[in-house]
């Protein structure tokens, strides 16, 4: 069966620790009181607990649970920066392949920027996951449980908001995305409001997100604001043109009532024109759409550089001119290559042309 962006959905791991509904846990603890099941949900989810740290479980169950539920994630290193406010994490998954994780704090509240799968098969040149390509989608399971790892990681701070916006479009892997969207939601309490799905332009689950159950955030990566040259950044668009995606775009707004997002990677001499910027005031104006400007941050496989910081400042004040509500995002992580859309280490990649400036 084919995702909504039209790839095959690909293998995933072992079943692990957080891949297990509640009916599947409960014919795991068959011959146990009823009564473990919930001590053993709660320990995991609502608490965040280890197996071996569930004291009210019996030693020996607690001994068999580890065995029979392993943790999807292996830590290989992390890195701080930003003066120990953001904190990225690499782990190593069953098979070998590696995916990134990155907590971010704030005055008020932590986020945590997840992946959801391993690599990416959108081949956007200017991102460093995209230069990698694809290796295998995550499961449910190990989308969530880099949301327990992180929270633990942040101690006291309360994890506030997630962002699927790690390695990996989560569109492609829509089913298991939504179900760890689920788990946050409804077992770890994350509210649908404070959980954000970004996707290049995916217009099939896009129009499955607008009649879903939760009404999450929708964050499209748009980067371009015409087809001649977002077919060049973002290769998907020659299948979902701007025309297309517009409209899905539209019937989201229509339907759930919720604010739609559009990511710009500010790209120095590409789509940093002020020309750009009308365009995208167009269609950001039509659809009620809230605008991040992003800063790119430079990957040795994508011979370009981020447009200037007086560029970016004089971009989101043409933009605000045009009536258009643009924020421009913090670039937490540049220093220890962390910041969202740019997780995956860019000494592997090859490089990449960009396009080149329309006069």
């Known amino acids: 069966m084919s995702t909504p962006g039209g790839s095959r959905p690909g293998p995933v791991s072992r079943r692990t620790r957080y891949d297990l509904g509640r009916d599947e846990l409960s014919e795991l603890l068959t011959g146990e ?7 053993v949900w709660d320990g995991l989810y609502r608490q965040g607990r280890t197996v071996s740290e569930l004291t009210n479980v019996p030693k020996a169950l607690r001994e068999r649970l580890a065995a029979q539920l392993p943790t999807a994630l292996d830590e290989v290193t992390r890195v701080t920066g930003d003066d120990g406010r953001t904190v990225k994490f690499l782990w190593a998954l069953d098979g070998g392949s590696r995916i990134e994780t990155v ?37 449910a399971g190990e989308i969530v449980e880099q949301v327990v790892m992180a929270r633990r990681e942040a101690g006291d701070r309360r994890i506030s908001n997630v962002v699927f916006m790690g390695m990996g479009e989560p569109l492609a892997n829509y089913d298991r995305t939504w179900e760890a969207v689920h788990r946050l939601h409804d077992d770890i309490g994350i509210g649908a ?18 009649v879903a159950d939760l009404p999450v955030n929708l964050a499209v990566s748009l980067h371009a604001a015409d087809d001649e040259l977002r077919d060049e950044l973002v290769p998907i668009n020659r299948r979902y043109p701007l ?16 604010r739609l997002s559009f990511e710009w ?45 007086n560029r970016v400042q004089a971009f989101a004040e043409d933009l605000r001119r045009r009536g258009v509500n643009v924020t421009v995002r913090d670039t937490r992580g540049s220093d220890i290559d ?19 400036r329309r006069r």
């Open 33 to 39: 009181p009823a009564y473990r099941v919930e001590q």
């Open 103 to 139: 907590l971010m704090h704030y005055d008020e509240r932590s986020t945590v920027c997840v992946s959801t799968q391993a690599g990416c098969a959108m081949a956007c040149g200017f991102c460093a996951t995209g230069q990698a390509g694809f290796e295998r989608q995550l499961s």
């Open 193 to 210: 409001r404070h959980l954000t799905l970004s996707t290049v332009g995916l217009v099939p689950g896009i129009r499955r997100l607008a």
């Open 243 to 258: 025309p297309v995606l517009v409209e899905a775009c539209r019937d989201y707004v229509d339907r759930t009532r919720r």
């Open 265 to 309: 990677a500010m790209i120095s001499g590409v789509n940093d024109r002020f020309e750009d910027a009308a365009r995208l005031a167009d269609i950001a104006t039509d659809l009620r759409a809230h605008v991040n400007l992003i800063p790119l941050n430079s990957t040795p496989g994508y011979a370009v550089r981020g447009s200037s910081r």
């Open 338 to 356: 962390a910041a969202c859309g740019q997780l995956r280490a860019g000494h592997e990649a090859t490089a990449v042309a960009p396009p080149a």
